[in-house]
């Protein structure tokens, strides 16, 4: 297991080291996520989930008001925007100091939650596909972007998983993606390869044995693997049924580079991170 360099992002002012990897705990407030138990829609069950992450070791609260599971049902940007200023508010009433990143593919949300709430960085699942105004609302807003690989919208990614040469094309994406931002000025990118966005179980599996080839790109990475159907599907389980597979999963990504896991359970990825960061140091010093 080779030593990682370090490589920061700003975070609200502070430089943090990405090679000791974070663990982002998802706070929906949608009605509709594929996992039921990650719903959170009244203000106590909000501050519930929000004290929970970060006492679980979690660094960084991942706020969606949007579902991207396949299907999912379209939301108008006003009712995002409501849901995000009722949770929003709801997490820094116990928690004023966290560290939020609002998933969301509209600049206009994005906007807001950073100018008038503060939030430190926004994950955008469409790498400002889906709203052309995206990627100058970064350059302007100086937070840390998130840039995931998708085809199509989560109404319709599904019906996009014809690829010529998969592994490819999603690095030419990125390369794509990242000249483009580079050239209006945002530096703090992170690339998120899109497990389970327009890709199929296989596809999904080779994404994820050639995460460490992502390195090229000297950007940090965020895997999303939990609890999705890459998992259960493969095994004939549920969501519910899926965090020893989770489990599995953040460990191959850890040891492939990952710096960020985006996870419902956060104690037990934190006890992951810390399992290999264990190693990571027994290796560097045998060596």
């Known amino acids: 297991m080779n030593s990682v360099c370090p490589r920061y992002i700003n975070l609200k002012g502070e430089l943090v080291d990405l090679s000791c990897p974070q663990v982002m705990g998802i706070l929906n407030l949608t009605p509709d996520s594929f996992y039921a ?3 959170t829609q009244t203000s106590q069950a909000i501050a519930d989930r929000t004290l929970e992450i970060l006492n679980q070791g979690g660094s960084i609260i991942d706020v969606g008001a949007y579902s991207s599971r396949s299907g999912a049902a379209d939301v ?5 925007m409501d849901r995000l200023r009722f949770g929003l508010k709801s997490i820094y009433q116990v928690a004023p100091d966290a560290v939020i990143s609002v998933d969301t593919f509209r600049a206009d ?8 709430y503060g939030v430190g960085l926004i994950n955008d699942i469409s790498a400002g596909q889906m709203d052309e105004n995206m990627f100058k609302t970064m350059a302007r807003l100086h937070v840390p972007y998130i840039i995931m690989h998708m085809r199509g919208t989560p109404q319709t990614m599904q019906a996009s998983l014809g690829y010529e040469n998969f592994l490819k094309e999603v690095f030419e994406y990125f390369s794509h993606k990242v000249g483009l ?13 899109g497990f389970g966005f327009a890709k199929t179980l296989t ?48 460990t191959l990504a850890l040891e492939r580079g990952a710096n960020i896991l985006r996870v419902h359970d956060v104690a037990q990825a934190v006890e992951v991170v810390e399992i290999i960061n ?10």
């Open 76 to 80: 108008s940007q006003e009712e995002e």
């Open 37 to 39: 138990a990650s719903r």
């Open 203 to 250: 596809q999904n599996y080779e994404l994820l044995a050639a995460l460490d080839e992502f390195a090229i790109f000297d950007l940090p990475i965020l895997v999303g693997v939990s609890r999705k159907s890459m998992i259960y599907k493969l095994l004939g389980t549920t969501p519910e049924e899926a965090l020893n597979g989770t489990s599995v999963l953040h």
């Open 181 to 193: 931002l580079q050239e209006l000025g945002v530096n703090d990118i992170i690339l998120d390869p």
């Open 278 to 287: 264990k190693i990571k140091e027994s290796d560097s010093l045998e060596r």
């Open 109 to 116: 949300v994005a906007r807001m939650c950073v100018e008038e």
